[in-house]
């Protein structure tokens, strides 16, 4: 069965840095393209960021909001997906899912780490 | 980039069927195919029930169905069950570097 499973989140000061990771297991992760996706306490889902498959050229994808803030990446020999965030705000506090994407769609979802920025 | 519009709830009865809209522009949903809704139970994972505007995924029951209108899309489930309790989001490709953006999300309630 496909799955994903995301941890690292945790709790830290404005400014700080984090770094996400998601095992995937069940399918074979390096064809895909995959991504995050957050939600703030009581708020809607938000995309964070997007990579392609490794045979595609490791495209990257961002948002303005956290564009020169967070970095994705992908370990395909780990089939583990990554999410570095730096300069952390307030407002990204939220549960950050790891999803995979097909085409334009998200098609499998983890269940989520949380990352709380609070000083 | 502004999120996607959708009302905040919408009610109905067992068995009837209901809609949720979801309007974005012509840079997002008029423009482009690629629209998907999301289920998301509280405090579990979204997953996916309708991708490019009206495919459904294996396993997800034909009582959802998808269409699209110009800059509206929208989401019915005929013949409600209380097993759809949820929210529910819409997602399309947009123009520009914000490539995917989500509606403001809908509770429905089976009364």
């Known amino acids: 069965e496909a799955q994903l499973l995301e941890s690292g989140g945790d709790s830290v000061r404005p400014g700080k840095s984090l770094r996400l990771s998601c095992a995937a297991s069940?399918?074979?992760?390096?064809?895909?393209?995959m991504a995050w996706v957050r939600q703030a306490p009581g708020k809607g889902l938000e995309w964070v960021s997007a990579?392609?498959?490794?045979?595609?050229?490791?495209?990257?994808y961002y948002p303005d909001s956290v564009k020169g803030r967070f970095t994705i990446s992908r370990d395909d020999s780990k089939n583990t997906l990554y999410l570095q965030m730096n300069g952390l705000r307030a407002e990204d506090t939220a549960e950050y899912y790891c999803?995979?994407?097909?085409?334009?769609?998200?098609?499998?979802w983890g269940r989520g780490t949380m990352v709380t920025v609070s000083s | 980039q502004s999120a996607l519009t959708q009302p905040a709830s919408v009610s109905g009865s067992p068995g009837q069927s209901i809609t949720i809209s979801c309007t974005g522009t012509?840079?997002?949903?008029?423009?482009?195919?690629?629209v998907s809704w999301y289920q998301q139970f509280p405090g579990k994972a979204p997953k996916l029930v309708i991708y490019?505007?009206?495919n459904r995924p294996s396993g997800v029951s034909n009582r959802f169905s998808g269409s699209k209108s110009g800059n509206t899309a929208s989401l019915t489930i005929s013949g409600l069950q209380a097993d759809d309790e949820a929210d529910y989001y819409c997602?399309?490709?947009?123009?520009?570097?914000?490539?995917?953006?989500f509606g403001t999300g809908t509770t429905v309630t089976a009364l």
């Open positions: 012509s840079g997002d949903v008029g423009g482009y195919n690629y």
């Open positions: 069940g399918f074979t992760f390096s064809i895909y393209a």
């Open positions: 997602s399309s490709k947009t123009t520009g570097s914000t490539i995917y953006v």
């Open positions: 490019d505007v009206n």
């Open positions: 990579i392609s498959p490794s045979g595609d050229g490791d495209k990257r």
């Open positions: 999803a995979r994407k097909v085409y334009h769609k998200f098609d499998l």
